[in-house]
């Protein structure tokens, strides 16, 4: 059986933003349709750490946005960096906040999703809820603005797992608009893009001690 062709990514020419920069760290504007990092095929090798080492060679990635996700990331400068910044990352201490546009009228004011995701390996890179092999997942979400047919969120992941925010707003009724992975045709055919953006990030600065916090409000 012959193999499908790869899958070759949409090459975003919107820019990157450069928000904050100092020795150790920038913190930058992930636009849609970029990778955070270089996929397999070679033809998918353009990405976010690609473009920012052609002008800062020591960048490197600690953490991760969805192709079809806009908004800041932390891009550390050096090895020190990296590994403090990580090390936050993995100790949940690393605060961050996303704007959704979601279908139909979430009636709750705030709330959160505690459901398991885990890998559903037959659809990858597609996720499941999964009580039985699942990693625990928490979102918290709180309504900004409601229309009659959408409604604006800010959500904050209280993990960092694959998919979390699109499979967990799916799993209450109210599909990310623009998500072709979990949204049904409708919530699909409302937005041109995903209608998701990483929009604050805040941690302590691995230099300084000082606390970090960026803000990049969406453009949607």
């Known amino acids: 059986m012959q193999s499908p062709p790869p899958y070759l990514v949409p090459h975003s020419q919107e820019e990157i933003r450069i928000l904050y920069q100092d020795d150790d760290l920038l913190l930058v504007r992930k636009p849609d349709l970029l990778l955070s990092v270089p996929g397999r095929h070679p033809l998918n090798k353009d990405c976010l750490v690609t473009r920012l080492q052609q002008r800062y060679p020591s960048a490197s990635i600690v953490h991760r946005l969805d192709l079809d996700t806009s908004g800041i990331m932390v891009v550390p400068l050096n090895k020190p960096a990296h590994a403090h910044i990580s090390r936050q990352f993995q100790q949940r201490l690393v605060e961050k906040s996303y704007h959704a546009v979601v ?15 885990a890998c559903d390996w037959e659809n990858r890179p597609r996720q499941v809820i999964c009580r039985e092999r699942g990693r625990a997942a928490l979102t918290r979400f709180e309504v900004l603005e409601r229309g009659t047919d959408r409604t604006r969120l800010l959500l904050q992941p209280v993990t960092g797992r694959s998919h979390q925010l699109r499979i967990h707003m799916r799993e209450i009724g109210h599909p990310i608009l ?23 990030l805040a941690f302590e600065h691995p230099a300084t001690g000082e606390w970090l916090a960026g803000e990049c409000p969406p453009d949607f």
Do not use: S
């Open 103 to 117: 279908y139909g009228v979430v009636q709750q004011d705030r709330g959160e999703v505690d459901l398991p995701i």
């Open 178 to 200: 623009g998500c072709d992975m979990y949204a049904h045709p409708r919530a699909l055919a409302m937005a041109p893009r995903l209608l998701l953006h990483a929009t604050t």
